[in-house]
């Protein structure tokens, strides 16, 4: 939280219960919600909102159903939730994604911050620098000397141009002077999969999808990319530690709804979804994943959504990066 909360410039609250609304809410939710994920099952927010999904069912009394809307770096599910009827039935839950594409897709079919509301953070994780067992680099210094001696001759593989992963990547390879060949894949799960398989050298990957290929030694985990150690991989130093004096890159997770749903609604959404993250059982299967249960208020979290827009969209810029 501290981490975020320097991140954006705000003071995110803490998880814990939130007053009720002062104003009465209309009878909501009526009919099952439908939580659109903008990105392929297997990849990190999949995995994160399917378990958020599950116990915001219980706390909501109506099912949420998780609906997987794949495309243009996260924009076609994010569309969807944009133009669906503004009454909380339709939920987006995203990453950091959604900060980047105002700069990613100059002609985005929907404006971030009219057309969607923040509800809140759910939570904050590490991604990890891992390369195949094949890789000859046991630590990010050697992975710079091998990447330095060959430059493109090793590939990484990511979910797509200009996702998570990408820019994850493009920032350890501007900080550490090194080149790699991207290889661009319609989504992280395949991505992992082929690093996995040894087809792709190497990868900035998400801790959730990760974890498990790292424990089973299929993946060499070289290093985290938050300043501090991840609780999950406490051996595995950071990238920041080992090589790249600096680096630090943060995802988030998020739930937003359409803009003009009304603020009763997003306030019971929010509750619940405080409430949620409060659970020890989602805190610890969130744990299990390597991410951090964190939660903010629709204002808070809508400052930092601001503020990243506006400082990846620098980056972006300045890289020449384009959505595909």
């Keep these: 939280m501290e981490v975020l909360a320097r991140l954006a410039g705000v003071a995110l609250i803490a998880i814990a219960p939130v007053c009720a609304a002062q104003t009465p809410a209309p009878a909501y939710p009526t009919k099952p919600v439908r939580m659109v994920v903008p990105f392929a099952a297997g990849g990190g927010v999949d995995i994160i909102g399917r378990i958020a999904a599950s116990r915001l069912s219980e706390e909501l ?7 997987n809307r794949v495309g243009a770096g996260s924009t076609v599910g994010t569309d969807i939730v944009a133009k669906a009827p503004p009454d909380g039935h339709t939920v987006l839950f995203t990453n950091n994604s959604i900060a980047y594409n105002p700069a990613l897709y100059p002609k985005l079919p929907y404006d971030t911050m009219r057309d969607l509301a923040p509800v809140g953070l759910a939570g904050t994780t590490a991604s ?3 390369v195949h067992p094949s890789v000859n680099a046991k630590s990010v210094a050697e992975l710079v000397a091998l990447m330095k001696a060959k430059p493109g001759q090793l590939n990484y593989g990511t ?3 200009g996702g998570a992963v990408h820019l994850a990547f493009e920032l350890f390879e501007s900080m550490a002077g090194v080149k790699a060949t991207h290889i661009p894949y319609k989504g992280v799960g ?7 398989g040894g087809r792709v050298h190497l990868m900035m990957a998400g801790l959730p999808p990760a974890l498990s290929h790292i424990k ?6 070289l290093g985290v990319s938050t300043l501090k150690r991840a609780s999950s991989l406490p051996d595995v130093p950071t990238i920041a530690e080992s ?6 890159y943060i995802t988030w997770y998020a739930m937003l709804v359409p803009g003009a749903t009304p603020k009763p609604v997003v306030t019971r959404l929010n509750q619940s979804l405080v409430k949620v993250l409060a659970s ?6 969130f744990l299990q994943q390597g991410v951090d249960a964190e939660s903010s208020s629709p204002d808070k979290f809508a400052a ?9 969209g620098k980056i972006i810029k300045a890289a020449g990066i384009r959505g595909e």
Excluded: F, S
């Excluded at 009394?61 to 609906?67: A, K, L, M, P, T």
């Excluded at 395949?190 to 996995?196: E, F, G, M």
């Excluded at 089973?216 to 985990?221: G, V």
């Design 190 to 196: 395949p991505a992992l999969i082929d690093t996995v």
């Design 159 to 161: 979910g797509g141009v």
């Design 243 to 248: 090589g790249v004096p600096g680096y630090e």
């Design 128 to 130: 990890v620098l891992v």
């Design 61 to 67: 009394g109506q099912q949420v159903i998780v609906d």
């Design 280 to 285: 020890a059982d989602v805190r610890d299967k």
């Design 304 to 312: 930092l959504l601001k503020q990243e827009i506006d400082r990846w």
């Design 216 to 221: 089973t030694n299929r993946l060499r985990a």
